[in-house]
């Protein structure tokens, strides 16, 4: 049986900066038009946090009872190891989209866009469907785009309409900044199992593109939320307070470009984490405040 230690570990709590850095930088944008609302900013983080560890436990599962976790090189996975049954992982996976889907249900009723159950149903889906079922997509390439779209514009759009009815400027180009770091932190994942990943058969993005370019793909992506940055200064100077966070980027692109490979590529995920939170408070902070 698995300690309390062991299933943190594998929430993998550390990219959890995936899902509190949207809900920052929407909650910003709601406050730049003065819109901002505690509460529903609050659900709106227990959602995303809620959905991103069920994630975690599904693909933990999923991963697990296919064997491509057999010879990972990275963190503590429950059912690779052997830690944790299969089904107990499932059933915690399935624990946090329900509670998940409990808050999400009771900040559309709030903010009366019932609309928005479509969205919060094709999340949990996305979520599941990453790794799960016959034909996971996760498994295909089409990981970053997922990431992409529900770690950004659909995080941080939805974040901001529940509270304020309507999406801005702001909240757009945050939307695309978040989206950026997300897929990035998505590529050095990937980036660091391409070996075990085609031997596994699981054809992700990296594996696909081959290291070189998706090296070159890491830099491009991590670079999108400063072009971001001084476009939204034009509007707002203060914006430009996001680009603090370039010292986090900087060392894990120099990583990426050096060559490195496995264990050495596990600080690049921490420090774009980093960098993904940094761009988000500082940020959404100084211009929800303008």
């Known amino acids: 049986m698995a300690t309390v230690a062991e299933w943190i570990e594998g929430a993998r ?10 809900v920052l930088v929407g909650s910003g944008a709601a406050a730049a038009i003065g819109a901002f609302s505690l509460a529903r900013a609050a ?5 995303s946090l809620a959905l991103q560890i069920g994630v975690n436990y599904a693909n933990d599962y999923s991963d697990g009872v296919r064997g491509t976790d057999s010879d990972r090189v990275g963190p503590l996975r429950l059912v690779g190891s052997g830690v944790a049954s299969p089904g107990a992982v499932k059933a915690a996976a399935f624990a946090c989209f329900g509670l998940g889907a409990v808050a999400g249900l009771v900040l559309v009723s709030l903010s009366g866009q019932w609309w928005m159950l479509a969205i919060g149903a094709a999340c949990i889906a996305g979520a599941w469907f990453y790794t799960g079922g016959e034909k996971p997509y996760g498994y295909s390439g089409f990981g970053e785009i997922a990431v992409f779209l ?7 759009l939805g974040t901001e309409y529940v509270q304020a009815d309507r999406v801005s400027w702001f909240g757009a180009a945050g939307a695309v900044a978040m989206g950026s770091f997300s897929a990035g932190v998505l590529v050095a994942n990937n980036l660091r199992d391409v070996p075990t990943d085609r031997v596994a058969g699981k054809h992700t993005l990296a594996v696909r593109l081959g290291e070189v370019r998706t090296r070159v793909l890491y830099q491009v992506l991590v670079t999108i939320p400063f072009v971001v940055t001084v476009a939204a200064a034009f509007a707002t100077p203060i914006a430009l307070v996001g680009l603090v966070s370039i010292v986090f980027v900087v060392p894990a ?28 408070v500082v940020t959404a902070t100084a211009v929800g405040l303008t």
Do not use: C, D
Not at 150 to 156: D, E, L, T
């Open 13 to 22: 709590v550390r990219t959890l900066p995936n899902s509190v850095a949207p």
């Open 43 to 47: 659900l709106a983080l227990f959602v």
């Open 150 to 156: 529900f770690f950004g514009v659909i995080a941080v």
């Open 253 to 280: 692109a120099r990583r990426v470009a050096r060559g490195e490979t496995g264990l050495n590529l596990i600080p690049v995920l921490k420090q774009t984490g980093l960098a993904m939170l940094t761009w988000a």
